[in-house]
C-alpha cells in the first residue's frame, strides 16, 4: 500500500491557476473529439470514436471518479499495475479494460481474458495469448501495434504487418480488431501522415480475407494529437494527461 501522499482522486488536475476541475477536463475531452468528428471527410467511414482515459500510474479512487461522471473505458499499461487495479474492482465490474502498453511474453498472465489488448507485434504474443484464453474457453480480441517509425517504441514493422496478420487464423480463440500506433511527439498538425498511414494500412490488409481478422477499429491519437487523429479515422482515443493532468511519478 502506499502512503499518505498517494494522490486522491479529488487532487486530480485541480491544481495550478489555469487548471479546470477534473469534471470539466474530461467534458472538454468529449467535446474535443466530437467537433473533430464533424471535421471529419465524409470518405473516412467509422462510428465516432471511444474515449479511453489512460489512467495509468493513477489511483484507483482517480478511476472511480471519472467513472462516476460516465467514463467506462480505461487504459492501462502495465502489467502488474492492471492485476493490482483489477483486484480493487467488483467481479461485474461495469469498466472496459484496455492494455495498451508493451506486452511481454511472460507478463500475458496478468492481461489475458481481462482486457482488450491494442499492443500485439510478435507472434510469439499470439501464442502465448492463445495458450492463455483457450484454456479458459475465452475468446481474446486484441489489435496490432504498428511501430511509426521509432526504434524505442514497439509495434510490428509496416512491412511484417501482413505477415504476422496471416498467423492469426492458427489461432482459433484469437481475433484481430484493429490497429493501433502511437506518432512519434510532434506539433499536433505534423501527426496526421503517421494516422492516414495507419488507416491506408487498414484498408488495404482489410481487402485480404483472413479467419479471425476484421479491422474495424484504429486506435490512435493521445493528449497531444487526439483531434488529429480523430479527423483521420481513430475510432479509439488514448487520453491520460489531459483527463487526469500529470501522472505521478
Ligand atoms: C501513456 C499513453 C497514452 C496517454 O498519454 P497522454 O499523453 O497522457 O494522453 C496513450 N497511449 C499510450 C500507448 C500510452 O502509453
Not at 492501462?76 to 474492482?89: G, I, M, S, T
Request: net charge negative; charged share 30%; with cysteine.
Amino acid at each position: 500500500m502506499k502512503g499518505a501522499d498517494e494522490p486522491r482522486a479529488g487532487d486530480v488536475a485541480t491544481s495550478g491557476p489555469e487548471t479546470l476541475s477534473f469534471a470539466a477536463r474530461l467534458e472538454a475531452v468529449q467535446e474535443r473529439i466530437a467537433a473533430a468528428f464533424s471535421r471529419r471527410e465524409r470518405d473516412i467511414e467509422g462510428p465516432p470514436p471511444r474515449l479511453i482515459a489512460v489512467s495509468k500510474r493513477q489511483p484507483v479512487q482517480a478511476i472511480e471518479a471519472a467513472h462516476v461522471l460516465g467514463q467506462v473505458d480505461f487504459g492501462e499499461n502495465y502489467a502488474q499495475e492492471f492485476r493490482d487495479k483489477l483486484a480493487h474492482r467488483p467481479d461485474d465490474d461495469p469498466l472496459r479494460w484496455h492494455f495498451i502498453g508493451q506486452l511481454q511474453r511472460n507478463k500475458i498472465k496478468y492481461v489475458a481474458g481481462k482486457a482488450l489488448i491494442h499492443t500485439v507485434d510478435r507472434p510469439a504474443l499470439l501464442e502465448e495469448l492463445h495458450r492463455r484464453v483457450d484454456r479458459e474457453g475465452l475468446v481474446q480480441e486484441f489489435l496490432v501495434e504498428v511501430n511509426s517509425g521509432e526504434a524505442q517504441k514497439g509495434g510490428v514493422g509496416e512491412t511484417e504487418l501482413g505477415a504476422l496478420l496471416d498467423r492469426v487464423p492458427e489461432y482459433s480463440s484469437l481475433r484481430c480488431v484493429g490497429l493501433m500506433t502511437m506518432a512519434p511527439a510532434l506539433a499536433a498538425e505534423d501527426t496526421r501522415p503517421y494516422f492516414r498511414r495507419l488507416r491506408n494500412l487498414r484498408d488495404a490488409e482489410s481487402r485480404r480475407i483472413r479467419r479471425g481478422v476484421e479491422l474495424r477499429e484504429l486506435s490512435m491519437g493521445m493528449s497531444a494529437d487526439f483531434e488529429v487523429a480523430v479527423e483521420e479515422g481513430a475510432t479509439f482515443v488514448r487520453v491520460g494527461s489531459a483527463i487526469f493532468g500529470e501522472r505521478p511519478t
